[in-house]
């Protein structure tokens, strides 16, 4: 990574065209802004490439984050001297980072020669707040924890394997340690941090006509966590559910959105099954996949779910196909499991818009550390935001322009990324006065 820390330095790069593999200037409109005004980067880069913008307090602490696909040689971004939030930031001193094209490694690798080698389709994958992965594999209808190294953990289940009769799409795990997976009877099935069953939540429900009520979580495809609340994706067009997870079947039964925010991605025929495809925040902001590969922002009304804007593009430019695991990061940022294209997409959300800022990846074998998938599935980021897990799911992939299946030899895996790692970076003091 190419590091230049002072204006006068970049200056002195930028005469004399400093080495760096996608930067070639940045510049600073001041170095010092009353609260209100605006301090403006520019940033000219050699190619299309991926530009992260962070401002952070004396503490260390990131308070606002831009991120943009800079398709132009010469781009202004303006900083308003305003947080994450929309306020004004305290007087002081302030970094700003500039940092250009994310640089994903392969850190581990779990099944398909990695430490456990025994996976046969792996579906989803989420995290605790300990760092511990869970890992559910739909094939052997099994659900794995695993310590931060990749070891089974010893304090779940048989020896870090919950073995079951049906097969399990989705898994998510509260601060608390609870698990939560898709269930055998149209329900969710919730465990404790010991692998114990505790109850299932929602399920089939009809009412005197033989129609389904409101409280039905059919076919439940995806699961997300907010705060104190459940929400579960129906299969087909159905939408989705809303619950309190302290109560069992239907009694913690809050609401089902009036509309189909999130319609799950489902793979083409003969292949498979849908993805995940839905996370939350805790104040009830979520993000789904859509089943014409759309991500979906909507947010939880506290009546309903309500959705607000959507995009089908990657950065490129390229249609997602079949969109499977999304996952939010810690700096809001959204990553998708572009399934039928075998790459990760990154997203921004603006505000107002979805933005594509960066992907890699694509669909081949025997490839996995120059970014070759087999159908990425399921997926999480870490709670410092370092890592990003990827299931891949298993040998079928799909063949858009013959229609027809394409069998791969390998892929039953997942696998662990570096993602904070960047190739060009600049770093740069801006003073923030009282208005006035």
Known sequence: MKTILSLSLLLFFCSFCFAAEYMTAVNFSTATIKQGDVCLITCTVKKPTDIQIQVLDAQGKVVRT?????????????????????????????????????????????GNGGALD?????FDVTLDKAGSVFLVDFGDKIVYKLTADGKPAEDFAAKGKLELNYAIQAIKVDSAGYVYITGPFHNIAKYDRKGNFVSTIGGWFL??????TPENTVAPKGIALGEDKIYIQRGGADGVVAYNPAFPEKDGFIFRSSGNP???????????YCGPGIDATPN???YGVGLWGQLVKAVDTGEDIEAKYNTTLGPDGTAM?????????????????????GRLIRFFDTGGALAPVF??????????????????????????????????????????????AQLFSGGHRLSRWIIDTYADKVEQKVTVTPEG
């Open 66 to 110: 831009m991120l943009a696909f800079q398709a132009k040689m010469k781009v202004d971004y303006p900083w308003n001297g305003k947080d994450d939030a929309g306020k004004l930031v305290a007087a002081g001193d302030y970094a700003v980072c500039v940092q250009a094209h994310l640089k994903p490694q392969l850190d581990k690798t779990f």
């Open 118 to 122: 025994e996976f046969t389709s792996p």
């Open 207 to 212: 009412d005197e006509k033989g129609q389904h």
């Open 262 to 272: 999130f319609v799950y991605s489902p793979q083409p025929p003969g292949i498979g």
């Open 284 to 286: 009830g902001v979520l």
């Open 321 to 341: 196909r079949n969109p499977t695991g999304v996952a939010i990061a810690p700096d809001g940022t959204v990553w998708v499991a572009d399934w039928g294209n």
């Open 359 to 404: 992907a890699f990846g694509q669909q081949a074998e025997n490839a996995l550390e120059q970014g070759g998938f087999v159908n990425p599935h399921g997926i999480a980021v870490s709670a410092d935001g370092k890592y990003l897990y990827i299931a891949e799911d298993g040998e079928a992939a799909y063949n858009y322009e013959t229609k027809a």
